[in-house]
């Protein structure tokens, strides 16, 4: 474990001393969500929302008046044909139809449940995600008191961060001289991941204070599963990185090597767009991309509060994914090109 600590520090103290990868680690991912953030990118603020009030009671009308509080959401009520219109001409991204048995009361067991139908602008895949969170949060809170059990429903950028590193110490035949000090090959291993890990909080945590503080964004969930999340994708990326690092025999391949492995995620697992948009025949690619599950997880506990157990499913495949990727890294770790 002193191999470990002490080799760690040593990384971060040589990290600090490099600008450039201050920079972009911390400085420029800033930029960019400064960018996001003062241009907001059209009307993104709002998310604009029809609902068809078929019930007209007073459990609905309380329902609504909640949901008009919400500053996010634009709603507008109207009947079917009118919201669905609408819905068809892009001036509305979500219509919410109200079923006309709708109540807020203890439900009977076995009793019907109330239905809420969403339906969705498919051109609007941002808005549409985000209203949906932000409604299934409303839902959930008030589903215990309506069914006694189940709800009535049923987005940090991470990178491959093994970058070239393992590449140009191996071919400049640093690795080998680093072991044949008395440091084990699992301890140099574990000192990268433990460097980059911290890191990872460090910029996690610089960009949520700014976000929250700058740009006032509402984080809905634990900090706690936030960070854990956070940890835990750093590391599948980090080992994710190692593994593919140790294909890779020249400098010059790094960087394609590395794009080849990222950018497919970046555009599939629903970072930069919805995930609706992705066509069918690759549907079953991007359901279990490593970055689609940190990224469900991350959208479901920011915006939804979801709970460990809410997004275990996402989590299980976070964990599989690292445990593959682990051992690729420690089975094909070469001293030497």
């Known amino acids: 474990m002193g191999q470990v600590l002490g080799y760690t520090r040593m990384l971060i103290r040589a990290y600090m001393r490099d600008w450039v990868a201050l920079f972009f680690g911390f400085f420029f991912p800033l930029i960019f969500m400064g960018l996001f953030g003062i241009l907001n990118f059209g009307s993104f603020g709002?998310?604009?929302?029809?609902?068809?009030?078929?019930?007209?009671?007073?459990?609905?009308?309380?329902?609504?008046?909640?949901?008009?509080?919400?500053?996010?959401?634009?709603?507008?009520?109207?009947?079917?044909?009118?919201?669905?219109?609408?819905?068809?001409?892009?001036d509305l991204d979500i219509v919410l139809a109200i079923p006309a048995d709708f109540k807020i009361a203890p439900a009977r067991p076995g009793a019907s449940v109330p239905q809420l139908t969403l339906f969705e602008n498919e051109g609007r895949?941002?808005?549409?995600?985000?209203?949906?969170?932000?409604?299934?949060?409303?839902?959930?809170?008030?589903?215990?008191?309506?069914?006694?059990?189940?709800?009535?429903?049923?987005?940090?950028?991470?990178?491959?961060?093994?970058?070239?590193?393992?590449?140009?110490?191996?071919q400049r035949g640093v690795i080998r001289r680093i072991m044949a000090t008395p440091i084990s090959r699992r301890a140099y291993m574990a000192a990268h991941v433990l460097e980059r890990l911290i890191l990872a909080v460090l910029q996690v945590g610089v960009l949520i204070a700014v976000a929250v503080l700058l740009f006032k964004v509402q984080i809905v969930g634990s900090m706690a599963v936030l960070l854990l999340l956070t940890v835990?994708?750093?590391a599948l990326f980090l080992c994710l990185g190692f593994a593919t690092s140790a294909f890779v025999t020249?400098?010059?391949?790094?960087?394609?090597?590395?794009q080849l492995v990222t950018?497919?995620?970046m555009f599939l697992s629903g970072?930069?767009?919805?995930?609706?948009?992705?066509p069918s025949f690759l549907k079953p690619i991007s359901d279990y991309l490593p970055l689609t599950f940190l990224n469900d997880a991350l959208r479901q506990v920011a915006t939804a509060g979801a709970s460990l157990v809410d997004i275990r499913g996402d989590l299980a495949g976070l964990v599989l994914w690292a445990a593959v990727t682990f051992v690729l890294a420690f089975r094909f770790f070469r001293l030497e090109t």
């Open 46 to 90: 709002h998310v604009s929302l029809g609902i068809v009030d078929n019930a007209n009671n007073a459990d609905s009308q309380a329902f609504i008046a909640g949901l008009k509080k919400i500053e996010t959401l634009q709603v507008q009520t109207g009947n079917d044909a009118a919201q669905q219109d609408a819905l068809r001409k892009g």
């Open 125 to 170: 895949g941002q808005q549409v995600a985000v209203g949906e969170a932000i409604l299934t949060q409303v839902i959930d809170q008030m589903s215990f008191a309506v069914t006694q059990s189940a709800p009535i429903l049923t987005t940090r950028r991470e990178q491959v961060q093994g970058r070239n590193l393992f590449v140009v110490d191996r």
């Open 232 to 234: 835990l994708g750093s």
């Open 250 to 258: 020249t400098e010059q391949q790094a960087p394609a090597v590395m």
């Open 263 to 265: 950018l497919p995620q």
């Open 271 to 278: 970072v930069f767009f919805s995930r609706d948009v992705v």
